[in-house]
């Protein structure tokens, strides 16, 4: 008989994993606290707009490519690589960098501010290579049975790595750099792990070997949600079933072992084997009560930064505006040290802007823009008021137009704004923290929430707090390891 698999979240580490042990034999169910599934990895519809509410492009798509790979199906989904990656705009500058894996077409627009650019950019993707050969495998893509575990492979990483680990993502970026254009677009992506270049261990500077050298961005063709209505598709192809609307609120076990789980309106759901997606150090707290995992020891973990989101549609065409935006101020250093405390920073700030239907004409009314903002702001532990949210919103949306050079304030015919209060409430994220716990020295491999309980051992978790940690490939590798665990247990 099927053992059967009840899975707690239809994020991208939840649908994964729900997609390997399927085409393993196992009889797997979801249950998904919101109307859709998807998780972070999410779509906004309205007024004939559509929006990716959180993630707008992906990294390492060989990830992708093994999972399917895997599972002995065909990619579900088109994707295309982005070229430029991104553009990056400064306050009062109207330079716009485009960012070209080309490295000669990259370094022509340095020349003014950065002299020899190649040659130091070369040497310090190499650097970055070479971090990332050394490391992914041994730190990212196995599991961990103990710390000592974890020390002995840490130990088996080359030791000329070690001075990186006493430095920042800004420092050692800085040590190849001088021009400020340079060390604040290098540094750009520690954003991406939900902290900042000043608080972000050297060793993720590994990110830029898989930006420039290691396959670049892409975008998915109709959205990001395509990559969930895509993997929705291929597990109901396997009779997995999902119900939504249902959140998990308490247990029930016996002799080491969860016997059900039970959701908001009481009701029981029993399986041979759980894996919980909602984030892996609250669900523990919250659901299972572990003292380590209490409010006040959740309170003084590192988490990762809040975003104030929003979706804004105008019926213009912004053609001056490529696909993926970078808009900064000029107190770069000031405002990165400051976000994830001080509010009083959002009054110039730093964000990204997406516009959907700059490739995808389906994603708004004909002659209309889908624009996605996000911007970095502290969770709720440090700000607990949004009331304010419309007047910061409206003072990025003033400083876009200046930038742009079109005022785009009358042409907005739909608005909706996600604060750290919003991602709390809808996504279970604690605080609002983005991307769950972040990826402190102390908080990664061994050191971060285990991928399997504690107490209960037909228990396991995959999603961003539990190891290997956030982003859309690390959801996905994390659903290898999951279903490694899983597999093992007897």
Not at 128 to 143: A, F, M
Not at 401 to 409: A, G, L, V
Not at 421 to 443: C, R, T
Request: charged share 25%.
């Amino acid at each position: 008989m099927k053992k059967t698999v009840l899975i707690v979240g239809t994020g991208l580490g939840g649908l994964s994993t729900g997609l390997r042990l399927a085409t393993k034999g196992y009889q797997v169910k979801f249950v998904e606290k919101a109307p859709q599934a998807g998780g972070r990895l999410n779509q906004l519809k309205k007024d004939g707009f559509t929006f990716d509410v959180g993630p707008s492009f992906f990294s390492m798509p060989y990830e992708f490519e093994e999972l399917v790979e895997d599972c002995g199906i065909k990619m579900p989904f088109d994707f295309v690589e982005l070229d430029p990656l991104y553009t990056v705009n400064f306050r009062g500058s109207d330079k716009k960098y485009s960012l070209y894996k080309d490295i000669d077409k990259l370094s022509e627009q340095f020349s003014e501010v950065e002299p020899d650019f190649k040659r130091k950019f070369t040497a310090y993707l190499k650097k970055c290579e070479e971090l990332y050969k050394d490391t992914v495998d041994v730190v990212i893509k196995q599991n961990f049975d103990s710390i000592p575990h974890y020390i002995k492979s840490l130990m088996q990483v080359n030791p000329k790595h070690l001075p990186v680990l006493l430095k920042t993502f800004w420092r050692q970026s800085s040590s190849f750099f001088e021009s400020k254009e340079v060390r604040q677009i290098v540094s750009l992506i520690a954003f991406f792990l939900g902290r900042t270049p000043f608080d972000t261990n050297a060793v993720y500077t590994l990110l830029s070997h898989i930006e420039f050298t290691n396959n670049g961005y892409y975008n998915v063709k109709g959205g990001m949600y395509t990559i969930v209505t895509s993997l929705v598709k291929e597990l109901e192809k396997l009779n997995v079933s999902f119900e939504y609307n249902t959140e998990i609120a308490d247990f029930t076990s016996a002799d080491g072992k969860v016997t059900s789980l039970i959701d908001q309106n009481g009701k029981s759901w029993e399986a041979d084997i759980y894996v919980i997606n909602a984030d892996a150090a609250l669900f523990r707290g919250t659901v299972f009560n572990r003292k380590k995992f209490s409010e006040k020891r959740l309170s003084k973990m590192t988490w990762t930064m809040g975003y104030l989101t929003f979706y804004v549609g105008v019926n213009k065409k912004l053609p001056q505006v490529e696909h993926h935006n970078y808009f900064l101020g000029n107190n770069y250093e000031e405002y990165a040290k400051d976000v994830l405390k001080n509010p009083g920073t959002l009054e110039k700030p730093y964000y990204y802007v997406n516009v959907l239907s700059k490739h995808n004409s389906e994603c708004a009314p004909e002659g209309c823009e889908a624009l996605f903002f996000v911007c970095p702001v502290p969770s709720l532990l440090y700000k607990t008021d949004w009331s304010d949210k419309k007047d910061i919103v409206n003072s990025i949306l003033a400083d876009f137009s200046k930038r742009i050079k079109q005022d785009i304030s009358k042409d907005i015919i739909f608005q909706m704004e996600y604060t750290p209060e919003d991602w709390q409430n809808q996504f279970n994220l604690y605080k609002g923290a983005g991307l769950g716990l972040s990826h402190s020295m102390l908080q990664i491999g061994a050191l971060r929430p285990k991928n399997y309980d504690e107490k209960f051992k037909n228990t396991f978790y995959v999603g961003a707090s539990t190891v290997p940690g956030a982003g859309l490939p690390m959801a996905v590798i994390g659903s290898k390891l999951v279903a490694e665990r899983v597999s093992d247990y007897k």
